[in-house]
């Protein structure tokens, strides 16, 4: 087999050992916290222990490119271990970035709103709806509940008692 000019080893075994973390989550899901937590001890920290092994290992001899990726990684390694550690706590974020590439969009598009006033009630508005989705509530019934208790109050409601999570109404069942 013919190795492309770029390949690397390091990086080959450290894209391994993130498969291998990802396999123990893929085995993690849906089960309760500390069990997660149980599953990741015995066969994620070892892994982890080894990742970081590798990394100081290779830190030295690294092209600037990659001595700076190590670097960086190993600056925030004591963060990327925490889900180790807690079961609740998922391995990365990128259930977080699926939502906020929306709002992310959305702060772009607001530009061309025709007006900072436009903008504003504009990013309000969207706010409320992403708010209503992180905790799982129907945005269309919970902007109905909203406005129903403002009516209902004639204005005189307390905002805090108009999240998402006050919403009895609308739940999204996953």
């Not at 807690?86 to 530009?111: H, M, P, Q, W, Y």
């Not at 007006?115 to 902007?143: D, F, M």
Request: proline share 6%.
């Amino acid at each position: 087999m013919q190795q492309s000019p770029s390949y690397s080893p390091f990086a080959a075994r450290v894209v391994m050992m993130f498969g291998q973390l990802y396999a123990v989550e893929r085995a993690a899901a849906g089960l309760p916290p500390d069990e997660r937590q149980k599953l990741r001890q015995t066969h994620s920290l070892p892994v982890m222990n080894a990742l970081h092994a590798e990394l100081l290992e290779n830190r030295d001899d690294a092209p600037d490119r990659l001595k700076k990726a190590i670097n960086y990684t190993l600056k925030g390694f004591d963060g990327l271990t925490q889900f180790l550690y807690d079961g609740r706590l998922e391995i990365d974020n990128n259930s977080v970035e699926r939502c906020i590439r929306g709002i992310a969009l959305t702060k772009k598009n607001s530009l061309f709103a025709g007006s900072h006033e436009a903008a504003k009630v504009w990013a309000t508005y969207y706010t409320l709806i992403e708010s209503a989705r992180l905790n799982g509530v129907n945005p269309r019934n919970y902007l109905n509940w909203v406005v129903g208790e403002i009516e209902r109050t004639r204005g005189e409601v307390d905002p805090t008692l108009l999240m998402p999570w006050h919403c009895p109404t609308g739940r999204i069942i996953n």
